[in-house]
């Protein structure tokens, strides 16, 4: 593996950087405090080529490969310290962009696709249920083929952009029967009759990004929005998986080399009894772990893209990613707050609010015990 970035990739960096530092920060402190979503951010940053990255250039993206898209949500999540904005991107991409682009017929392809890459569409996808987390394909939601339409009934839960979403694909049961091969994937469009979202919910962290409950009652959809096949919906939410668990950490490689280079800086600067407290070996050793974790994340995470970028299947890889990198951060968010003492815990500094969007990635795109099964199960254990 070559360790190196290339001189495209290097520019494309350092212009997300220069880019998210100059746009994407507007007034933080308070639109976490009201969980507003940032619309002009995100216009910017899908004229800019951000949403487009994953999309192939026929359809107006980038055409990037995984280890592109890698450095460019790296050096986002660097730049930009709306996490939450950075979150919704990532379930725009994943949950739609990609699964639409490797299993959506080339009529579903333009018409979504070009609209999704510019931003001019907001996506996501809604597998989650109240009944059904970990367990995703336990589904209670129902779909029916009746003559040239499918009717979709159910709910679903802790959805990633519903309140503000253009487009989402629903998973639901065709046929019951075949338990997990009979789920299939359905493109819903917001103003399609029966489709409705519900109350927006309240977050811990990553407030910033909205979400919120999806009901479906007798809504009807023409044939031609069902995703790939009949019975497909299990290849393409671990399609979507394996891509997001691969890449949407990528942001968290850049928060955390923000918060270690933040760290060091408080360190050289704060004095207690008589000197800088980086000279202390508790907080000294704390800077040092921050590095080692920052070192090893981006290990892991370029290994599962370098394999995706080869065109080669890496769940055991994205499971070791989305596994470490998570844990990795909270970590050093615990340790960048410590560091800072009572002032790590002021809302003005905005470390506290770095470990409450942290925290998120140990739940999201799978917990990290199902993280620790799915790792584990491809050793041959079952984990039970």
Request: with cysteine.
């Amino acid at each position: 593996m070559d360790f190196a970035w290339n001189e495209e990739q290097e520019a494309l960096r350092a212009a997300i950087v220069k880019f998210a530092r100059q746009e994407l920060n507007r007034s933080l402190i308070e639109r976490d405090a009201t969980g507003e979503f940032a619309w002009e951010e995100w216009k910017k940053c899908g004229e800019f080529g951000i949403q487009g990255l994953p999309v192939p250039a026929k359809y107006g993206g980038g055409g990037s490969d995984a280890l592109t898209i890698v450095a460019a949500l790296e050096a986002l999540g660097y730049g930009c310290a709306d996490n939450g904005l950075i979150f919704s991107i990532n379930a725009h991409m994943w949950g739609a962009e990609i699964s639409i682009a490797s299993y959506g017929s080339e009529e579903q392809r333009r018409r979504f696709l070009p609209r999704l890459a510019s931003g001019e569409f907001i996506g996501g996808h809604a597998m989650t249920e109240p009944v059904s987390g970990s367990d995703a394909y336990s589904l209670e939601t129902r779909a029916e083929r009746r003559g040239d339409r499918y009717v979709l009934n159910g709910q679903k839960v802790f959805i990633t952009n519903a309140p503000v979403a253009d487009v989402i694909i629903i998973f639901a049961t065709l046929d019951r029967s075949r338990g997990a091969s009979g789920i299939s994937a359905f493109i819903v469009e917001k103003e399609t009759p029966g489709f409705t979202v519900g109350r927006k919910m309240s977050k811990m962290g990553l407030r910033t990004s909205p979400m919120g409950e999806v009901f479906l009652d007798e809504c009807e959809i023409p044939a031609e929005h069902l995703l790939g096949q009949e019975g497909m919906g299990t290849a393409i939410f671990s399609t979507s998986m394996e891509w997001e668990r691969t890449c949407i950490l990528a942001s968290q490689l850049g928060t955390m080399q923000r918060l270690l280079e933040t760290s060091a800086e408080y360190s050289k600067g704060r004095k207690q009894f008589g000197k800088p407290i980086g000279r202390f070996q508790a907080v000294s050793g704390k800077i040092a772990e921050m590095d080692v974790r920052l070192e090893t994340a981006r290990l892991v995470l370029y290994k599962a893209a370098w394999l995706k970028q080869q065109g080669k299947r890496a769940p055991r890889e994205a499971s070791i990613a989305k596994l470490y990198v998570s844990e990795a951060c909270v970590a050093s968010c615990l340790d960048a707050m410590q560091i800072h003492g009572g002032y790590g815990y002021m809302t003005e500094f905005q470390i506290e609010r770095e470990l409450r969007d942290a925290l998120a990635g140990r739940i999201y795109s799978g917990t990290s015990e199902i993280q620790k099964l799915i790792i584990s199960g491809l050793r041959g254990l079952s984990g039970e």
